[in-house]
């Protein structure tokens, strides 16, 4: 406040970096229980698009994507898992 880079800002704010929009981009979800979709919807609301993973060595899910598969597709990747033997890499 003092030096004046608040009233400076292009913002209002004194974030140094952009803000991006959330609408279109592609959020991508491991752990698909109560958080994970929590997190869905208010992506949703947000205009992202959703991406799913599969439960790694678990049986394929109709809709939702390998790990490896959907990686490289998501612009935003959320994480809702526990930490186990079964979902370490």
Same mark, same amino acid.
């Given at each position: 406040m003092r030096s004046g880079a608040w009233q400076r800002g292009e913002r209002f &704010?004194?974030?140094?970096?952009?803000?991006?929009e959330l609408?279109?981009?592609?959020?991508?979800?491991?752990?698909?229980? =109560?958080l994970g979709k929590g997190v869905a919807r208010a992506a949703q609301a947000f205009g992202m698009d959703l991406l799913v993973a599969n439960?790694?060595?678990?049986?394929?899910?109709?809709?939702?994507?390998d790990l490896e598969d959907l990686?490289?597709?998501v612009d935003?990747?959320?994480l809702h &898992?526990?930490?186990?033997? =079964?979902?370490?890499a």
């Open positions: &704010c004194l974030l140094e970096y952009p803000i991006r609408t279109g981009r592609k959020l991508g979800i491991v752990g698909y229980g =109560a439960r790694p060595g678990g049986p394929p899910v109709a809709g939702r994507h990686l490289p597709q935003v990747l959320s &898992c526990p930490l186990t033997p =079964a979902t370490q």
